[in-house]
């Protein structure tokens, strides 16, 4: 008789026991039925589920386990084992079940069990119970040496409450679960929206259990996860086979792309187990050349450390120099908790990809973080988490920031959130809805109403639809072919973050705002210097269209005199008043239009020597040019020119040959001229931190 196994190949996800995304388990069996574990003896139910446990083989572990708890029943070591597999298939009923075996009298000797009694609890909505059990957790877990349980335990005791708090107030979003064309039995998960009609999403496609002899387990060929493409055909989804190109490999497991910006790199992850069984995700990237994606590029080292998982790759921008910031999730060290949040940040001169950081512990927690989203118009994080105040499982939070500067993350609440597992939530375009993936009851199951993940559509109902109507022109005419810049501003700290950029052909445009937040509309158009407009959707809160007309000014083609710039007497020191003056000018000026070079003259009148008076211009110029620097201002951007008296704008002496006092002041004067432009990326990437010193008066437009 050939000895049997149960092969199934099965995605979830784990939060606490291993560290890994995927988890495929596997499963045997041979002639389309269970094994009759009558016929085994003790010794191999034992040896089997052993094997089965070290081999990662969750659903053969389990069958088997619990066969040798029945055997064993005063075994309590294999009782706590049932239920810890249970808990890793999520089924929730049959681990709180096994799990109460355990506390009943045995909770000194598994002083966890109680913990996970309670997540159990959490998972059905028994808050009442799970709170219960998190208070008596609570003194149990002063003899557990791991501090990462009292924390959770903690987190616990406070979801229990905002969880019941939530209870009777309305939902935030409607979910509508996607039907069998694109969720079938197994696990679909990562959707990734290219427009409002076009998805990209990973799946298991079997239909069912499969059932194979281990006499041919090396030969066979085992279900994988894929990368495939959905269409959205009038209100269905429906499943148009598997995204082409360099993605879905022999023997690989596929999941987790992200698109950039300009839709012509993709980031993927591929999953092997290595040689302890242990399941190895990698980051790779596809370029698109016409139509075609290329050979897929696997990240260097850095990224991909060694021996460690690395996936679920998301692409945002940072605020100083517009860099790519690539997002992932690794189990690597240096962590907080289980698997975290992690960032590596793109040079474009350089080419290169900086050492990965971790977003810190505004987000990581000593639970498990995954699934990042970074939503560049929003300048939002959203993540999921099983470590922070939520409804139970994995709940998705939002938080604003980047890299590892962030604010507090916000719960999404239901009907987002639900006491199941919830992640990998996206926006549409249109950011009224979205998809998230969640293993919550009324899927496509397969071995217990809540073992699988599906893919689930949402619509917020509080969305506020807010429209800026605008129009650009000169002192007379409309004005066409233009860019729009669309920042996020941040008043506390003084940052302000790209949200988009568009081309505009006409004369007039329309800009969807999202509601909370203080925007900077800028217009850049050649020949002009820019043009900007404040606008704050803080206090609105209903739908409306906001109207604005945005007026442009030529670029000056000569020399614009700085008034009240001076200096102390004979001495190219800058007054108090003067560096007052260069913040609400040129410093606004440069600040507006970030890509303009300036010439910056200093001159004086015909008193003392050509060469006195042509070393105290220079020096006086550098003066202004200096304090510039010292405000952020890229040096490259600035020229610094002495004159003298070479370049009078009045006469020095009268007629009479007396003395012009008037006209001597107006040549000791600083001007500027615009000389050309720089690019921005060289800017970008050399722009030095801005020392503190004085604040400019806020002006919404230059005067020039």
Request: aromatic fraction near 10%; charge should be positive.
């Amino acid at each position: 008789m050939n000895t049997l196994n149960i092969h199934i190949k099965t995605f979830w996800l784990k939060s606490l026991m291993i560290l890994t995304f995927f988890l495929f388990t596997t499963v045997l069996f041979s002639q389309n039925k269970l094994p009759e574990l009558e016929e085994k003896s003790a010794k191999e139910i034992k040896n089997t589920a052993k094997n089965a446990l070290r081999l990662g083989d969750t659903y053969t572990a389990l069958f088997y386990y619990e066969e040798w708890a029945k055997r064993k029943p005063d075994n309590i070591s294999i009782t706590f084992q049932v239920a810890e597999l249970y808990r890793t298939t999520r089924n929730y009923i049959q681990a709180e079940l096994w799990y109460q075996k355990v506390t009943t009298d045995h909770l000194d000797d598994y002083p966890t069990s109680i913990f996970y009694l309670a997540q159990m609890q959490m998972n059905q909505e028994k808050y009442k119970e799970a709170k219960e059990n998190f208070l008596k957790c609570k003194k149990v877990l002063r003899n557990v040496k791991d501090k990462k349980f009292r924390k959770l335990n903690k987190v616990g005791i406070l979801s229990c409450d905002y969880a019941i708090s939530l209870k009777d107030t309305n939902n935030t979003a409607v979910i509508t679960h996607l039907d069998t064309s694109i969720n079938q039995p197994h696990v679909e998960f990562s959707p990734v929206v290219l427009d409002e009609n076009t998805m990209i999403y990973g799946s298991l496609k079997d239909n069912g259990v499969n059932y194979y002899d281990v006499a041919v387990h090396d030969s066979m060929t085992i279900p994988l996860r894929k990368l495939y493409i959905a269409k959205k055909e009038g209100e269905k989804w429906v499943s148009k086979g598997e995204f082409k190109g360099p993605f879905n490999v022999e023997n690989t497991h596929v999941g987790n792309a992200t698109i950039n910006e300009k839709g012509n790199r993709i980031y993927f992850t591929l999953c092997h187990e290595n040689w302890k069984n242990k399941v190895i995700c990698e980051l790779y990237y596809s370029d698109k050349k016409g139509e075609e994606w290329q050979e897929a590029v696997k990240m260097n080292e850095l990224i991909n450390m060694p021996n460690y998982t690395t996936t679920q790759p998301s692409i945002g921008r940072e605020s100083k120099k517009n860099h790519e910031v690539l997002y992932f999730v690794s189990d690597r060290p240096k962590g907080k908790g289980g698997l975290d949040i992690w960032y590596t940040e793109y040079h474009r001169k350089k080419k290169k990809y900086s050492t990965p950081k971790n977003v810190g512990s505004r987000i990581n927690t000593p639970g498990t973080e995954f699934t990042p989203y970074y939503d560049i118009l929003t300048h939002q994080l959203f993540f999921s988490s099983d470590g922070k105040i939520g409804l139970g499982g994995l709940d998705v939070f939002s938080v604003k920031g980047e890299k590892s500067r962030w604010e507090d993350a916000q719960n999404l609440k239901k009907e987002i959130n639900s006491s199941a597992d919830d992640f990998d939530y996206t926006y549409r375009p249109d950011h009224k809805g979205g998809f998230i993936v969640s293993n919550r009851k009324g899927g496509v199951a397969l071995l217990n109403p809540t073992c699988c993940d599906d893919i689930y559509e949402f619509k917020l109902l509080e969305y506020i639809d807010i429209n800026l109507l605008g129009k650009v022109s000169d002192s007379s005419n409309c004005l066409t072919d233009y860019k729009i810049f669309l920042f996020i501003n941040n008043k506390e700290t003084e940052d302000r973050f790209l949200s988009k950029e568009i081309n505009v052909d006409s004369c007039g445009f329309n800009l969807s705002l999202e509601q909370g937040y203080d925007y900077t509309v800028e217009i850049r158009k050649d020949g002009y210097l820019n043009g900007s407009k404040e606008i704050s959707t803080k206090n609105i809160s209903k739908s409306e269209n906001i109207q604005s007309l945005i007026q442009l000014k030529k670029k000056p083609k000569g020399r614009i005199v700085l008034t009240g710039i001076l200096y102390d007497f004979n001495s190219p020191k800058l007054t108090e008043d003067s560096k007052s003056s260069i913040d609400t000018s040129l410093y606004t000026l440069l600040i507006q239009n970030p890509d303009i070079v300036l010439e910056i003259s200093s001159h004086t009148d015909s008193k003392g020597t050509d060469s006195y008076n042509m070393k105290l211009s220079q020096k006086r110029a550098e003066s202004v040019v200096r304090y510039l620097v010292l405000k952020g201002i890229n040096k490259k951007r600035l020229i610094a020119q002495g004159y003298g008296e070479t370049m009078p704008i009045a006469p020095n002496k009268k007629p009479d040959g007396s003395d012009n006092p008037e006209g001597r002041a107006l040549n000791r004067r600083t001007d500027f001229k615009i000389k050309g432009t720089i690019n921005l990326d060289d800017i970008w990437e050399e722009a030095p931190k801005a020392k503190k010193t004085s604040k400019a008066p806020k002006k919404k437009n230059n005067s020039f």
